[in-house]
Structure formats: structure tokens, C-alpha cells
């Protein structure tokens, strides 16, 4: 009897240990058959060990945006909202105009600091869904110039 109920704590023991070292994120894709691919939806369990199927290797791509045709977005948006100064105006408008250029300026070298915190958005080759590392999707993407630009 003792030797049944230890075998059993054993086996559940180290079931729940392989099952827990391959436990992945569901949005991950599989093949199912040739050419047959889609991913893994969120059912009652939210991470479950790789399906049978799944091929390797996992080649990934960068995605492409081809309506962004600047290779600065962050900086043309940043031009074209400084605020133009008029000729003969009082030194209090120029004061004025000189602290909304130096706030606007703070929040340009901010978007551009964030942007190189920021992932690439991967896709995968083989079937087209986008790569999700620690749950987070990438948004850097190649502009029409083949460049990477932040989204």
C-alpha cells in the first residue's frame, strides 16, 4: 500500500515537472498537418506543453509597413509641429513660444528614448503569424525603405 501511494506521488510529481518545463505561451503556432497551421487558443489552460507537431526551425521575419515611407517618423513629427515664431512680437510671446519648443523638444528625446527600449515585430516565415517574446509583440517595424523605424 505504501509502496503504491509513493509510486503514485512520484508519478503525478513528475508529470506536473515535464509538463511545467515545456509550458509555453498558447499564442503560439503549430503544424498540423502539410501546409496546415493556426494557433492555439485560450481554453482553461493558459500555458500547455508544445503540441506533437510543432516544426522547427522557427525562422522569423521583420514585419514591413510600407505606407511609412520616412525613415525618421519620430523626428518629421517632431518639424512639423514646432511652432513658428512672427516677426515683431513682445519678449513674453517669445518667451512663451521658447518653453513649448523646449517641452516639445523633451518629449521628442523621450519618444525616441522609448523607442530604443522597444522589440522588433517578428513574423514567422512559415506561416505568417507574428512572434510574441514574454507576451509582448514587437513594434519596430521596416519601413518601405527597408529601414527600422518605431511605429
Not at 1 to 27: G, W
Amino acid at each position: 500500500m505504501k509502496a503504491k501511494l509513493l509510486s503514485s506521488i512520484l508519478a503525478f510529481v513528475a508529470t506536473n515537472a515535464s509538463l511545467t518545463a515545456l509550458a509555453i505561451p498558447s499564442d503560439f503556432d503549430y503544424k498540423k498537418g502539410l501546409e496546415e497551421y493556426w494557433s492555439l487558443p485560450d481554453i482553461a489552460l493558459p500555458h500547455r506543453a508544445l503540441p506533437y507537431k510543432f516544426d522547427f526551425p522557427v525562422i522569423t521575419e521583420m514585419t514591413v509597413d510600407e505606407s511609412i515611407t520616412t525613415d525618421t517618423p519620430i523626428t518629421d513629427e517632431f518639424v512639423n509641429n514646432i511652432p513658428e515664431v512672427p516677426s515683431g512680437i513682445s519678449l513674453d510671446e517669445i518667451s512663451r513660444i521658447r518653453s513649448e519648443y523646449t517641452r516639445a523638444l523633451q518629449g521628442w528625446g523621450d519618444e525616441v528614448a522609448s523607442c530604443l527600449e522597444k522589440k522588433p515585430a517578428l513574423i514567422r516565415k512559415s506561416t505568417g503569424n507574428p512572434v510574441i517574446i514574454n507576451g509582448v509583440r514587437g513594434t519596430i517595424v521596416l519601413n518601405a525603405n527597408n529601414r527600422a523605424v518605431c511605429k
